[in-house]
T-cell receptor
Framework: GAVVSQHPSRVICKSGTSVKIECRSLDFQATTMFWYRQFPKQSLMLMAT?????????EQGVEKDKFLINHASLTLSTLTVTSAHPEDSSFYIC????????????FGSGTRLTVV | GENVEQHPSTLSVQEGDSAVIKCTYS??????FPWYKQELGKGPQLIID?????GEKKDQRIAVTLNKTAKHFSLHITETQPEDSAVYFCAASKEGGGADGLTFGKGTHLIIQP
């Protein structure tokens, strides 16, 4: 149980275009989802917390107008990288909390974004 | 905010030996401490976790210990096998009430030498 499906797994886009990444909870409802970014050989850094039916909360230094988050249902959160640039190339990973407390977090398989 | 330090950054052990990875955290309000294994190009997989009301937890070859007073926790892998080779991350968060994400350590590249 507690599976999070993330798509696409890999995407290559041209500089200046936008890319949407989807994160779905398959067998549970996720009121809150989290988006992380991981650069090569580095750790996962929390970008934003996605809340169903309300605005996302962004970590310091993360541009909310560049990384648009939509959490329109209890099973789907999307991250759109707008006007992508080569420096946005990274591994993006979503996560969902399982239950309101005490059940940990489950992660998607990640999306490798390459901006050329 | 929370800060998690992880050591060592690289650990090489002989197959069959034990491996220990250590983490410290800064926020005394953190109460949930998971460990993740990440293979190249994949998302992190939970291998074990511990909450602040417990000092030790074991699952077959894997164990985690927590010292709340010192604010540190450790991952112990015994009888290491080649498939244990991966990057391991510790993390910390506050469960309950709010919806906090995880703060991760910088990771440990575990290499199991045959």
């Amino acid at each position: 149980g507690a599976v999070v499906s993330q798509h696409p797994s890999r995407v290559i886009c041209k500089s200046g275009t936008s890319v949407k990444i989807e994160c779905r909870s398959l067998d549970f409802q996720a009121t809150t989802m989290f988006w992380y970014r991981q650069f090569p050989k580095q750790s996962l850094m929390l970008m934003a917390t996605s809340n169903e039916g309300s605005k996302a909360t962004y970590e310091q230094g993360v541009e909310k107008d560049k990384f648009l988050i939509n959490h329109a249902s209890l099973t789907l959160s999307t991250l759109t990288v707008t006007s992508a640039h080569p420096e946005d190339s990274s591994f993006y990973i979503c996560s969902a909390r399982v239950g309101n407390r005490g059940y940990g977090y489950t992660f998607g398989s990640g999306t490798r974004l390459t901006v050329v | 905010g929370e800060n998690v330090e992880q050591h060592p950054s690289t650990l090489s052990v002989q197959e069959g030996d034990s491996a220990v990875i250590k983490c410290t955290y800064s926020d005394s309000a953190s109460n949930y401490f998971p460990w993740y294994k990440q293979e190249l190009g994949k998302g992190p997989q939970l291998i074990i976790d511990i909450r602040s009301n417990v000092g030790e937890k074991k699952d077959q070859r894997i164990a985690v210990t927590l010292n709340k007073t010192a604010k540190h926790f450790s991952l112990h892998i015994t009888e290491t096998q080649p498939e244990d080779s991966a990057v391991y991350f510790c993390a910390a968060s506050k469960e309950g009430g709010g919806a906090d994400g995880l703060t991760f350590g910088k990771g440990t590249h575990l290499i199991i030498q045959p």
